[in-house]
């Protein structure tokens, strides 16, 4: 990570957070090397994402069931679309 804090503000409530470097850390201490049982996990995944790389999810997830949308970006495009394929994942 290039920088060691930023500044945002979250969209729902108007106040401001600033992202830094023990944050990286906390996340970095969360990983898991491998993700038990992958089946009971579902992706949304769009290609065009700018802030996550895709292909690392996809090689992190493997086994799990994946919905890749080729474009897109962060804010999921193709979520509402994909609700009925969440929905019989989620009750089956």
């Not at 500044?7 to 850390?25: L, Q």
């Not at 993700?35 to 995944?45: F, K, S």
């Not at 919905?67 to 495009?77: E, M, N, T, Y």
Request: aromatic share 8%; with cysteine.
């Amino acid at each position: 990570m290039a920088t060691t804090s930023a500044s945002t503000r979250i969209c729902s409530t108007g106040d401001s957070f600033r992202f830094e470097r023990r944050h990286v850390d906390e996340l970095r201490a969360l990983d898991v090397a491998a993700v038990t049982r992958p089946e009971r996990y579902l992706l949304l995944l769009e290609t065009g994402d700018e802030v996550l790389d895709w292909w690392q999810a996809v090689l992190k997830l493997r086994g799990a069931n994946m919905i890749v949308h080729a474009g897109g970006d962060h804010s999921l495009q193709s979520f509402a679309m994909e609700l009925p394929r969440i929905t019989d994942f989620l009750l089956p």
